[in-house]
């Protein structure tokens, strides 16, 4: 069982940043492709961005490309997603998520682990 807490959600205006970090407790986290995932009110959830094993392949949804990044650090457990020209549109709880498994270049793998999500509120 792999935990996942995300952290450094907050209100910031638009146009601002934010640096959502993800840890997890496992000792095996280079294993998993992690992913970020966001769910805005009323809405479903849906795919943000996704980071191979190593880190050296990385997938974004369009609307996030251009503006965040994903990256991890596997000697501390941590995937974190940086958010740079923030829109009102951005506004939504973000989740962190693992996958044992491969990597591809989809949206739409399955994750087989989910942290509790963190809240971004973009005013305008």
């Known amino acids: 069982q792999v935990q996942l807490g995300e952290s450094g959600g907050g209100l910031v205006q638009a146009g601002g940043s934010l640096v959502l970090s993800c840890a997890a407790s496992?000792?095996?986290?280079?294993?998993?492709?992690m992913g970020w995932f966001r769910q805005a009110p009323g809405k479903e959830r849906e795919f943000v961005a996704a980071?191979?094993?190593?880190?050296?392949?990385?997938y974004y949804a369009d609307s996030a490309k251009g503006r965040f990044t994903i990256s991890r650090d596997n000697a501390k457990n941590t995937v974190a997603l940086q958010l740079n020209n923030l829109e009102p549109e951005d506004t939504a709880v973000y989740y962190c998520?693992?996958?044992?498994?491969?990597?591809?270049?989809?949206?739409?793998?399955?994750?087989?682990?989910w942290g509790q999500g963190t809240q971004v509120t973009v005013s305008s």
């Open positions: 998520a693992g996958r044992y498994g491969g990597f591809s270049n989809s949206g739409k793998l399955k994750y087989d682990y």
């Open positions: 496992t000792r095996t986290f280079s294993s998993y492709v």
């Open positions: 980071i191979s094993r190593s880190g050296g392949y990385t």
